[in-house]
């Protein structure tokens, strides 16, 4: 059974950093590309970040570019999210997902997500 398990998410004044990690389980990890996507309340969940495979290749949603970073840890079967200078609007839940094949995709061609943390950043 896949897992995707999301942490590091809380409360954080406007400026400040949060790492949200996803450990992942029942696949293999290696193989995915995995991505963040995160949903404010009232609008729909939205691309936020992605990594190859091997790490080598990342891309952002033009809203985190120079502010967030994403990584991974094959060993350890998890995936980063570097959050700094965070502002009000990153508010949101936070999801981690997973999927076989290169490149930016939406969240509906990942074939594995997980159940959220939320990030509330106050102002």
């Known amino acids: 059974q896949v897992q995707l398990v999301e942490s590091g998410g809380g409360l954080v004044q406007a400026g400040g950093s949060l790492r949200l990690s996803c450990a992942a389980s029942?696949?293999?990890?290696?193989?995915?590309?995995m991505g963040w996507f995160r949903q404010a309340p009232g609008k729909e969940r939205e691309f936020t970040a992605y990594?190859?495979?091997?790490?080598?290749?990342?891309a952002y949603a033009d809203s985190v570019k120079g502010r967030f970073t994403i990584s991974r840890d094959n060993g350890k079967n998890t995936v980063y999210l570097q959050m700094n200078g965070l502002k009000f609007e990153d508010t949101a839940v936070y999801y981690c997902?997973?999927?076989?094949?290169?490149?930016?995709?939406?969240?509906?061609?990942?074939?594995?997500r997980g159940q959220g943390t939320q990030v509330t950043v106050s102002s």
């Open positions: 990594v190859s495979w091997n790490g080598v290749y990342t």
């Open positions: 029942g696949l293999s990890f290696r193989s995915y590309t």
């Open positions: 997902a997973a999927r076989l094949g290169p490149g930016v995709a939406s969240i509906h061609e990942y074939a594995y």
